[in-house]
């Protein structure tokens, strides 16, 4: 057994151990991605493909999942770009630890059992492997993501006192070997060293296993699957690049296939574009938190962000006169509106929001004015009012809402019809607090956030209203043939719930930002 073992691992690691001397990245035309051994087939013709089209070249090192985070966290691998993991708890726990920035996923596997196509003791089940007699290869759970993912569901399962993990372990030191990767696993049951192994089903899918090992399906390995993905490290020197790269990796119309063709069940993915643009649709009271993010995303990225910051109105009237909502035709991909009333009225092009913060109305006057310190005060004869348009933006809308409720709204408009007194409409929110600041009017119905970015010539009269509240929701077009890029912009914009309080929001998310899972179909 151990020579037959030795000369599995001699052979094997022909192909897996990493080169003496890694390339250096500081190179714009080489990339180097540290990468789960079992991914390795397909890693490698979507790379050489990758280079024929661009011209950049990707230093491959391979290894355990778990390893490979390990190596990095101690020797810091300065010169890394990438790290494809097995399983997204390696790459979630990359940016955990400071390692890495983005994450973006690829597709699911499942843990089988593998045997040789002639599966000689009649492996059917799990508690067949287990049997006397059977020598069964396993991932260590320390080095390999497989390994770590069989751990995990062998544990959940409880048997005459003990966990079939536990029986698994021991039957593993009795009869068999732990090794670092879950190729070197398979090649194991390939060579006859072992008689079966649980594998990862696109191991099984390899060039190098598919002609003489099976899968067996088993339910005690029937959990969640587990999600293969890409990180960009913090420690890359060209992130635009490598960005590109994962773009070019996760996209369903390069890499994805590829995943596909050797086992992986791959996410939907975006359209390959090797410079992206994207519509986006902002509402105007969200731009000054907006605006500079864009901008650093678009950067980093290399990409092109369309960014319209207008009335939500304006903006929701524009989607309707785009014939079949595409984006290519100016339709959003993004639409960050101002309230979710105007939200609704285009919800069926898109997908489930996140409602990321809200914002306070109140009535802004001039600085030491007392003319209207109540919201019965805006009828008064005299008052000179300014509002948002209904029609045009979301201020407006909600205005009109909160007024009605409150008995004051048919009021002021006909205290404008009857008297010819001033009452303005204004068709974006970014145009109200200039006529108090000019003098213009006496009062205005605005968004606090606007308020207090001219609190030196502006004071603050609130209402008591429950309704004086907008909430600002997030959502991806259903047509978008961005909707990871999108996602990764949604992050961005969500990560540092401090600008939004600084700037008058109350942040609305969870501590980390992201109540949505990557691969799901919503931000």
Known sequence: MLTVCALAIIGLSIVLLSRDTPVTSSDSNILTMYTAAGMRIAVEEIAEQYQQESGT???????????L???MQVNGFDTADLYLAADDFYT???????LAAEVLPIGHQRAVIAVRKENPRGIASLADLLKDGVSIASANPDQAAIGKATKKLLEAISVDGTTRWQQFEDAVTEHGVFKPTVNEVANDVKIGAVDAAIVWETTVAMPLYRDELVTIDVPELNGDPNLISVAVLNSSKQPTAALKFARYLTARDK??????KYGARPVEGDVWTEHPKMNFFCGAVNRRIVE?????????????????????????????????????LGFPDVYLACDVYYLENVREWFQEAANISDVEIVIAVPKGSDRVRSPDDLIKPGVRVSIGQPDQCTIGALTRRMLQAEGIYDQLIEKQKQSGEVVVEKSSSALL????????????IAYITDVLANTD????????????????PFSIAKSSDHKYLARRLFREI???PKAFEDAGFHFRLADDGTPHSPESDTP
Do not use: H
Not at 92 to 98: F, N, P, R, S, T
Not at 255 to 260: S, V, Y
Not at 433 to 444: E, K, M
């Open 92 to 98: 979630d726990k990359a940016v955990e630890l400071g």
């Open 494 to 496: 969500v990560a540092s």
């Open 255 to 260: 890499g994805l296939p590829i995943f596909a």
């Open 457 to 472: 010539e502006v004071d603050i009269v609130r209402f008591t209203s429950p309704l004086n509240r907008a909430v600002q």
């Open 292 to 328: 500079d993010v864009v901008a650093r995303f678009s950067e980093r990225e290399g990409v092109d962000i369309n960014t319209n910051y207008d009335g939500c109105g304006i903006l929701t009237g524009r989607m309707k006169t785009i014939e079949g909502q595409k984006p290519e």
């Open 57 to 67: 070249s990707i230093d491959l090192q391979y290894g355990g999942s778990n390893t």
């Open 69 to 71: 985070l390990n190596q």
């Open 433 to 444: 607090i200039p006529d108090v600041v000019t003098g213009n009017v006496d009062a205005t």
